[in-house]
Structure formats: structure tokens, C-alpha cells
């Protein structure tokens, strides 16, 4: 009897430790900063998420100084950025306001990346629909 | 018919992006640099939002090291937040502890900016109200 | 009968002053800055708030940049945090993965300081708990 109760514990332990690891998290990233050193750990953050909650969402907005995150030409993080929002869990969105100040064209900017009409209020519609906030920079 | 079917849809559609570029979003701005950069593009972001959604509510609250932003001798962006702030649905606040660390008064402050007893306080008063949080800042 | 109502609306005032500051609030912040500037902040605001607000719960979650914070030879906030983490309503926690990044070991850290296997799942689980985020940093 003993032994049946521990069987069902072990069970019923590694169940709930399995649903705590696989509670989807919504987490929506701002991104102003035009330091690379920012950009590098943002990509880092949202590589690092997206393996460990594959059942997750991540969306990182960029917007104000952070133009070059997203310009293929421009970026230093290009290469990752592109595998990474290939993921269906992983969205890089560009403020188009932005693009218009930086004068950026749909062309110029890393396959994948999607542009949104304000980066702000991107963000805050997020938050309202119960995503969690994480602001990248130092 | 399909013409009468045509024109319902046009209307409910335009009905339905009215409503949308219409709903009403709360946004708090943290701001506690003392990055005149930043100060520029926390004004642009408000000044910018405050007119395409002008039934929404924006309030910037200042502390920490963000004190210069509204001392009216010092301020980088002392005009544009003095008309700014006279907008019903913008508001410029700042930390009363900040400005004892600083030495400041109210007559230091550009017109039109209100003070709180507490910087981080006011912000998670108005979080904990259902407003959306902006880090402005680098 | 006037200096009775005088009375009462004195008393109901200064209770609702006494209940506005004693709603406890719950406050996770977020440092990933390696600026020393900001770690003194950081630890200003926390020692300000939980002497002010000593029914409220403050949790300091580092990661990122930020390992240096809470090393015992490294940072420059040592001592004030070994103070502050004594407190029943403060906590001080870095991410396992930042740990892992720097070399860190458990013995590294300042005495007191907390380990949470993810920094960002901890800030996302406190939000999600109703926990009101503030980003430090400038």
C-alpha cells in the first residue's frame, strides 16, 4: 500500500512539475536603445525563452533609437533575428513611425520582421490583453 | 442586392476601425534619465500620441535622475512640455523626493507640472488602476 | 452640531489617509545595467519605499548585465544590500542563467541574495500575480 501511495505521489509531483513548465507565458519585449550590446541580449533572452517554453509567445517591439535592430544591412544580429522569428512562437515588430523618421523601407528590413503602425501602441494592447512587459536595455 | 450587402459591409467595417482607432488607452511614461536624448523622444512619443488618440490618457511621471527634464532653466524640451502639459489628457509629474534631493522648488518647475510624494508610487498606483506601463529610456 | 461634523469629517479624512498608505503594494523591479549608478539607485529606492511602506513587498529581480550587483567583492551596494535583504518584505534575487554566463558561484554572492533558476519567468510570474513592474535604468 505503501508503495502504491509513493507511486501516485511521484506521479502526481512530476505531473504538476511538468504543468508548471509548460504554463504558456505572453511576453511582449520594448526595445529603444540603439546599443548593440542591447540588441545582442535581447536576441539572447527571446533565443533562451523560446527554447525552454516552446509553448510560449514572445513579441519583441522595436521602435525610437532602435531602428538598425531590424536592417539587414545594418544590424548586428541579423543572422539570428531571421532564424529566430522563423520560430511560430517568436514576432519581431518595427514601429513604422520609426521607419518613416530613419526614411526605412519595407525592403531594407530582416525577411520576417513585421512592421506595425506605432511600436507604442502595440505594446500597450499587449499589456492589455494580459501579456507580461519586459524592457530590454541597460 | 449585393450592392445593398456591399455597402453594408464598407459601413460596419469603417463602424469597426472607428471603434478601434477610438478605444481609449491609459499609458503611464517612467522616465529617470537625465539623457536629454531621452527627454526628446519621451516628449515626441507623448506629443505624438496625445493627437492621433486624443480620447486617451498619458501621464510621465519623472524621478530619480530624469529632474532636469522639467526644471524650466535647464529643460532641453522646456517648450514643447509646457504646451503639451496644458492638453486635458497629458500630464507631467514629478517625484517631490527627487526634488529634495535635488534642492528644487515649485517655482523651479516648467508651468503646468505637478508634483507627487512619490515617483514609483504614482506609477504603480496607476498600473494597479488597469494603465499601461512605457520605460521610456535606453 | 457643526463642530461634531467638523470632528467626524476630520476623523473619516484621516482614516482614508491612513488606509491610502497602509494598501499594501507589491513591487518587482527589474536591473540588467552593469552602471554602478544604477545599482545605487535601485538600492535607494527599494530602502525608501520598504521604510515607507512596510506592509508592501519588494522584490529586486537582477540579470543581464547586472551580475556584478550582487557579487559580495564587486558591488559597490554591498553592504546597504546585505542590510536591506534582512527585511521581511525585501528580496533580492539573480538568475541562475546570468550566474552561469559569469562563472558565479553560490558562495560569490552577497549573503542573503536569492537564486531563481529564470530572471525574466520570475518578473513575468510576479506580473502575472499582480505584482506591479518598474524597470530601472536610464
Redesign the interface.
Known amino acids: 500500500m505503501k508503495t502504491v501511495m509513493q507511486v501516485v505521489c511521484v506521479f502526481l509531483l512530476s505531473t504538476m512539475v511538468m504543468l508548471a513548465q509548460q504554463v504558456p507565458?505572453k511576453?511582449v519585449f520594448?526595445v529603444?536603445?540603439?546599443?548593440t550590446?542591447?540588441h545582442q541580449?535581447t536576441v539572447r533572452?527571446v533565443k533562451?525563452?523560446s527554447q525552454?517554453?516552446p509553448n510560449s509567445k514572445f513579441e519583441v517591439v522595436m521602435y525610437?533609437?532602435a531602428m538598425e535592430m531590424v536592417l539587414k544591412d545594418k544590424s548586428v544580429v541579423a543572422s539570428e533575428l531571421e532564424t529566430l522569428v522563423k520560430k511560430d512562437n517568436v514576432d519581431f515588430v518595427i514601429c513604422q513611425?520609426t521607419m518613416k523618421r530613419y526614411k526605412a523601407k519595407a525592403s531594407d528590413l530582416i525577411p520576417g520582421v513585421r512592421s506595425v503602425p506605432?511600436g507604442?501602441?502595440e505594446?500597450?494592447?499587449k499589456?492589455?490583453q494580459g501579456w507580461?512587459?519586459?524592457?530590454?536595455?541597460?
Do not use: F, N
Open positions: 507565458v511576453i520594448d529603444t536603445s540603439p546599443d550590446k542591447v541580449s533572452h533562451a525563452m525552454a517554453y525610437s533609437g513611425g506605432d507604442i501602441l505594446i500597450v494592447e499589456q492589455q507580461s512587459y519586459i524592457k530590454e536595455g541597460q
